[in-house]
């Protein structure tokens, strides 16, 4: 009974954090006309930074030598995950729905196997080629509001070709993750991290300024820098070691379902039956490209 229950409970952490994150996307598509990308992202690091560093600091301190050992590896990870990925993403909001935004983020595990030939080596089997192929299509299919045609017209692509750009960064980020296996502790790592990230911010933001926090963008600031940066992480971190990492990752198939739903409600978004023929294809797509 007992085993049952940590079970249950394990399987509501991956499911709060993909809900956290799907959230995101949607407050990122509500607030692009309240702020500029670079100036939410910057206020999102600094925020995590503020709540992190009274308890990180002296941790840091300690770890100072460990770190240095492992500086230049920090700081790419944080360039791909924390600064070309939120970065492009909260762009890319600018341009396109937040529906798509959800199902385009469903293809990290399928741009991950690929940039795991690159980088480890680790070349697909069958399974993984032919969800690769079915989910591409199925996301040709919802690009195009179920006429393939219409993605020749790149135009109107703009937001969802910078998702996908910032997906593929995304993907390099968990393949280094994987590559290196830092012997850090893994809060340790998410605060080196966040620093990296607003010191890559400060020459961007010196350049094109900063807009001010202001009654309109606050709540979005305040839930992009706590919920998505921290909460979700640790969530996630938690599952891993509860469930494992393969059973883990299948949960991100929920966010494209997810982010549908609170768009719908919250932001008016429609969907469409080339978004339930489209998403059903890119999510089963991916589960066979994760099947050994």
Same mark, same amino acid.
């Given at each position: 009974m007992?085993?049952?229950?940590?079970a249950w409970w394990?399987?509501?952490?991956?499911m709060t954090?993909?809900?956290?994150?799907?959230?995101?996307i949607?407050?990122?598509?509500?607030?692009?006309?309240?702020?500029?990308?670079?100036s939410?992202?910057?206020?999102?690091?600094?925020?995590?930074?503020?709540?992190?560093?009274?308890?990180?600091?002296?941790?840091?301190w300690?770890?100072?030598?460990?770190?240095?050992?492992?500086?230049?590896?920090l700081?790419?990870?944080?360039?791909?995950?924390?600064?070309?990925?939120?970065?492009?993403?909260?762009?890319?909001a600018?341009?396109?729905?937040?529906t798509?935004?959800?199902?385009i983020n469903?293809?990290?595990?399928?741009?991950?196997?690929f940039?795991?030939i690159?980088?480890l080596?680790?070349?697909?089997?069958?399974?993984?080629?032919?969800?690769?192929?079915?989910?591409?299509?199925?996301?040709?299919y919802?690009?195009?509001q179920?006429?393939?045609d *219409?993605?020749?017209? !790149? @135009?109107?692509?703009?937001?969802?070709?910078l +998702?996908? $750009?910032?997906?593929f %960064?995304? #993907?390099?980020?968990g393949?280094?993750?994987?590559?290196?296996?830092l012997?850090?502790?893994?809060m340790?790592?998410?605060?080196?991290?966040?620093?990296?990230?607003?010191l890559?911010?400060v020459?961007?933001?010196?350049y094109?300024?900063?807009d001010?926090?202001?009654?309109?963008?606050?709540?979005?600031v305040?839930?992009a820098?706590?919920?998505?940066?921290?909460?979700a992480?640790l969530?996630?971190?938690? *599952?891993?070691?509860? !469930? @494992?990492?393969?059973?883990?990752?299948?949960f +991100?198939? $929920?966010?494209?379902i %997810?982010? #549908?739903?609170?768009?719908?409600?919250?932001?008016?978004?429609?969907?469409?039956?080339?978004?339930?023929l489209?998403?059903?294809?890119?999510?089963?797509?991916?589960l066979l490209?994760?099947?050994k």
């Open positions: 007992t085993q049952q229950r940590i394990a399987i509501l952490l991956p954090a993909v809900v956290v994150w799907s959230l995101n949607v407050v990122t598509r509500y607030v692009t006309d309240f702020i500029e990308p670079m939410i992202s910057f206020y999102r690091w600094l925020l995590a930074w503020l709540l992190l560093t009274p308890f990180m600091l002296h941790k840091t300690q770890q100072r030598q460990l770190i240095q050992q492992h500086s230049l590896k700081a790419i990870l944080s360039a791909f995950g924390m600064l070309l990925y939120q970065g492009l993403a909260y762009s890319a600018h341009y396109t729905t937040a798509n935004m959800g199902l469903a293809f990290i595990p399928i741009f991950t196997i940039v795991g690159l980088i080596k680790e070349f697909p089997n069958r399974y993984a080629v032919i969800g690769s192929i079915c989910s591409f299509l199925g996301l040709l919802v690009l195009g179920g006429q393939f *219409a993605i020749l017209n !790149l @135009g109107q692509h703009t937001g969802d070709l +998702m996908l $750009l910032a997906v %960064f995304y #993907a390099f980020y393949v280094f993750l994987r590559k290196w296996q012997a850090l502790p893994l340790l790592m998410l605060y080196v991290q966040v620093c990296f990230a607003l890559y911010h020459p961007i933001i010196v094109f300024g900063l001010p926090i202001t009654q309109d963008n606050v709540l979005s305040a839930y820098g706590i919920f998505p940066s921290l909460l992480p969530l996630w971190m938690k *599952a891993v070691q509860q !469930l @494992g990492p393969n059973q883990t990752s299948i +991100m198939n $929920l966010m494209p %997810f982010t #549908a739903l609170i768009a719908y409600f919250w932001l008016n978004e429609q969907w469409s039956i080339y978004h339930t489209g998403g059903m294809v890119i999510v089963l797509a991916v490209a994760q099947k």
